[in-house]
């Protein structure tokens, strides 16, 4: 009896350890007016293609993206975004809330650099905005990655699903450029 319970208090002291070591990703949810607020450049871009490798020991994705709109900021014809994760040989490195892309998709990023000259989404999937034609109407729509990945609203205390979803294209562009006006007091 002595023994099996050692061994029940060994199997739940590795579990208790094992459960300690693994941490989730918490996205606090942001409105599209603060993201605007914030992010020192925000483009529409169609993915080039994408490369991953090693640095300081994590694995990293770099996206290359060609720029066809800059709704805030400057920026070159090009740029890359570097986001943690990937798969290098065998080996795979996953975060929740990290976007990936592919090539050919076009997509609105609200963009922090880093220290490296290149780019990080900011707030990763509510950053992100995948830009789809509507075969119906012709209009060109954006959905935000969030609106299927729940996101901490720190209001309700609550994790929910929420985000932009099927958004004319030129209404969401509308609703950055008020709030890129509203946050320079109306001077832009």
């Known amino acids: 009896m002595k023994r099996r319970l050692g061994f029940i208090s060994c199997g739940a002291a590795l579990l208790l350890a094992i459960s300690g070591a693994t941490t989730a990703t918490t996205l606090a949810r942001m409105s599209l007016a603060h993201m605007s607020q914030i992010a020192p450049l925000i483009v529409r871009a169609t993915c080039l293609g994408n490369s991953t490798g090693w640095d300081a020991g994590e694995i990293w994705t770099l996206t290359t993206f060609t ?17 943690l994760g990937g798969r290098v040989g065998n080996l795979t490195s996953s975060v929740s809330g990290i976007p990936r892309f592919r090539s050919g998709e076009e997509v609105v990023l609200f963009l922090e650099p880093t220290p490296r000259g290149d780019f990080t ?4 999937e509510q950053g992100t905005f995948r830009v789809r034609r509507d075969m ?3 209009q060109d729509t954006a959905t935000q990655d969030t609106a299927s990945f729940a996101t901490f609203d720190s209001a309700t ?3 929910e699903p929420t985000g932009i979803r099927n958004l004319p294209l ?11 006006r509203a946050g320079a007091g109306g001077k832009q």
């Open 170 to 180: 030129e209404t969401f562009h509308a609703r950055v450029d008020a709030a890129l």
């Open 67 to 83: 720029v066809q709109e800059v709704w805030r900021g400057s920026s070159s014809a090009q740029i890359t975004v570097r986001l």
């Open 121 to 124: 989404v900011l707030s990763w």
């Open 157 to 159: 205390h609550r994790y």
């Open 136 to 138: 119906a109407t012709g």
